[in-house]
């Protein structure tokens, strides 16, 4: 695995994170919208607009493929570079996490008036 | 009731497009519902019930095959897609609630959507700088039409040059409204 090559796909921003693990099944536009809004718990909604965009160049940068079209609809599907990409991207995040929940100080007691989890 | 059309010409820069949209949804309060656009900034309205709509101009360059699953996907997510002005595209949905509803829900792609229009523009500025000549030379006219498409030509060029610095201030202005 080249991972110079993966790179400069990285770090994927959220909302592309979530198109991308909806797109593990394929899925028209509107599904993306709906199961992205689903599976982050609310915490990306995605407009039109935005989404056609992302998708546009998601298609440009191979990490998605075209997979049928229904209609009018066009269905998308992750390819094997956007699996791979989304895979380093959630071992970082991992990695992340870790390095966080392991760090005693910040989840001392509300200490400095800080938020409870 | 007998259906009332009223036809309104109004001009819009494209780096003003926001005071379009409100203007059009200040029309919907008032019961005049957008039904279609022509050439030149000509808006027909349909007389109906006052009603609370959000109204949102996006602008693309599409291909016909593109064009199809980019409204079905404004379509399925509950935009009305009203028509065309040349590439503006023109949206329009029901205010439910205290939410707005917007066709981006990110600055970046906001953004993205003038830096088409600078793009766009770009194309078209070279074009325009080449052709004038031509139009200068074209003798057809006589020397007094000459003279007049020159300062047309000249005038519109500026207008372009114009544009494309106000878009350009657009865009650096919601950037720093993304930082902020």
Redesign the interface.
Known sequence: MAMGNIDRHLPLTE?TFYILLALVTPN???AV?QQAEEISQGTV??????????LTSLEQSRLINLAA?E????IYQISELGKTVLREQIRRYQIMLESAVRNPELWEANSAGGEQL | MKQRLVTKFKWFWAWDDEKEEAWLADMAVKGWHLESISPFGIYHFQQGEPGNFVY?L?FHILKNRDK???????E??G?EHIGDLSSWVYFRRPINGSQI??????QE??I??YRRMIIYLAILLPIMVLSIPSVYRADYFGPAASTILETLGTLLLLLFAYGMVMLIRRVAQLKKQSKG
């Open positions: 909302a028209h536009g509107y919208m909604r995605l407009a039109p607009g935005t989404l056609y965009g992302a079209t209609g009018r609809r066009k | 949102r996006d199809d699953s980019y409204l079905q996907l404004f399925d997510a935009w509803p917007e066709i981006y829900s990110d792609s906001k993205d959507k």
